[in-house]
């Protein structure tokens, strides 16, 4: 069955460094997310994406944060200068509809030192 | 402004019983998307419902069905024939239907006891 796979699955950085999460969705989806997760909280969304442009995004994603899709499978989030608050579980889902089912990945643990 | 809302944040329940879950949410739009996900201690999100608002019946997976009142805006799901194995974080969330964007709540963690 396919799955959204993100890779790592754990990156630790020092504050102020960036960092970009990787994720490869479902190869027939249209749209993709990335969320995130503070420990104990609930998940948080960030970002949608669809046709190569940002088609929603949170108050969270702010000009320190930028998707992309490189290269017709991955989509990536980076984080251009990490604080210690960024530290969380991110998430990447995909969906062939905009309002259907998203399937999600198993989660970056992001750790800011 | 839309917001879910899940008011019990822990839950427990002995197995092979049934437990039901709550939640409640708030939008002005009609044309909404509603879902429950599961989170395992493993952390990946896995959907166990889901519901399109503008039908009548309730959804129904196996062991797992919802109980939709639209005009009370409360979309609870119910567990028969609790699992250990359905010891988890449970997530509601819903999507409108012309914006690409999920809203969560804030989550009920079910201990389902042998």
């Known amino acids: 069955e396919p799955e959204v796979t993100q890779t790592p699955s754990h990156q630790v950085t020092q504050m102020g460094q960036e960092v970009i999460l990787r994720c490869v969705p479902i190869?027939?989806?249209?749209?993709f997310y990335w969320y995130r997760q503070i420990l104990g909280q609930k998940v948080e969304f960030l970002v949608s994406?669809?046709?190569?442009?940002?088609?929603?995004k949170s108050e969270i994603f702010d000009d320190q944060f930028s998707v992309e899709r490189p290269d017709g499978s991955n989509f990536t989030l980076k984080i251009r200068s990490t604080k210690l608050e960024d530290s969380a579980m991110y998430f990447c889902?995909?969906?062939?509809?905009?309002?259907?089912?998203?399937?999600f990945g198993p989660g970056t643990r992001l750790t800011v030192l | 402004a839309q917001t879910v809302t899940q008011s019990q944040p822990e839950m427990s329940v002995q197995e092979a019983e049934t437990v039901t879950l709550s939640c409640t949410y708030d939008t002005s739009e009609n044309n909404n998307y509603l879902f429950w996900y599961k989170q395992p201690p493993s952390r990946q999100m896995i959907l166990v419902i889901r519901?399109?608002?503008?039908?009548?019946q309730n959804a129904t997976e196996n062991r797992f069905s919802v109980n939709f009142q639209k005009a009370a805006k409360s979309f609870s799901l119910k567990i028969s024939d609790s699992q250990l194995g359905d010891t988890a974080m449970y997530f509601c969330?819903?999507?409108?239907?012309?914006?690409?964007?999920?809203?969560f709540g804030s989550g009920t963690k079910l201990n389902v006891k042998p």
């Open positions: 969330a819903f999507v409108l239907y012309n914006f690409n964007k999920f809203y």
């Open positions: 190869s027939n989806h249209l749209y």
């Open positions: 889902a995909s969906s062939p509809e905009s309002y259907n089912e998203q399937f």
């Open positions: 994406f669809y046709n190569n442009e940002i088609s929603e």
């Open positions: 519901q399109e608002a503008y039908k009548q």
